[in-house]
Structure formats: C-alpha cells, structure tokens
C-alpha cells in the first residue's frame, strides 16, 4: 500500500502557519489592542479584551473543530484503489478506464476553490480548475509535477512533492 496521510493535527497547524491567517490575527488583535488603551470605561475595556480573546483563540477552535468529525487523516491510500479524504470528499475512485496523467502544465492547477479548505500550503474540497474544469483536489505544499485522473469525467488533481512516485505506483499496476 502507498499512502499520503496528513493527521488533522497536521492540518491544524498548517492552517496556523498560514501567513494570512496569522496576518488577519496580528491585525485584528493590534485594532482591538488599540481600542482598548484609548477605552477610557472599565466596562469597555473588559468587553474589549474579552474580544481580543475570543479573536485569537477563534481560529484554532474552529480549525480544531474539525477533529470532531470523524476524520482521522486527510490524503490519499492506493492499495489497487485509489481512496482519497480531501476534506469534504472521502471517495474511492475507479481507476479501470480512468486516464491518469503526470502534468506540470499550468491549465490543470486549482484556480478557484468551490467548496472545500484552502491556505498557502494545504488544499483540499472541489476547485475550478485553470482550464476551467471542475475537479477534486488534494494539495500538500506544492509540486512542479502533480497527478490528473479523469475517472469517468470526474477529475482528481493531487499535488504534493513526491507524487510521482504515485504516478509510477499506479501507471504499474493498471
């Protein structure tokens, strides 16, 4: 079995290392922080900090959240199927008529994020794709190279460093 697993404490972090997310964090907290020094009531400035608060434990709670969903890795196994977990997707794909590429041409990278999760170094859910194709994708990173699998007019993209290996993997035992 081959298999690129990330643990959602994994996805946690990549989501808090984001730097939009700390970026947006550091702004909100710097305006509140502000606002709390020019406060001149004692009642203003304890809602205000408790804001704050809330602000910045905000986005690890509600990236946290999704380790009560059930999800245990977010990925892709290949054992004969291909079985891929890009949060909201959790499918087994066909792989016995299905065209599997190898492309580094700009057209099949994700564009647009549908429906799904998307940070400088984690994508996963349904993208529009350059080429204006719909498609599942499952991104770790990035990847001169990624896989394209058109598995009966429905499109996977899996990027991540190291994917050829699964190219290779697959190519051998269709």
Known sequence: MYEYKLTPIDVVFLNLSSPLVLS???????????????AESRKVKVLLTIILVFVIISIPLLTTAKLFLGWDWYGYEYDGKLHVKAWPVDEFVDLRNAEIILTNSSEWR????TFGEGTTYLGMGYYK??????????????????????????????????????????????
Not at 166 to 174: G, S
């Open 24 to 38: 947006i964090v550091i702004v909100v907290s710097l305006v509140i922080g502000y606002f709390i020094q020019k």
């Open 110 to 113: 994700p564009k647009i994020r």
């Open 129 to 174: 794709l350059e080429n204006g194709v719909k498609a599942v994708v499952f991104r770790h990173k990035n990847s001169d190279s990624f896989v394209v699998i058109n598995a009966s007019g429905k499109y996977y993209v899996i990027i991540h460093p190291g994917v050829e290996k699964l190219y290779k993997i697959m190519r051998v035992k269709k």
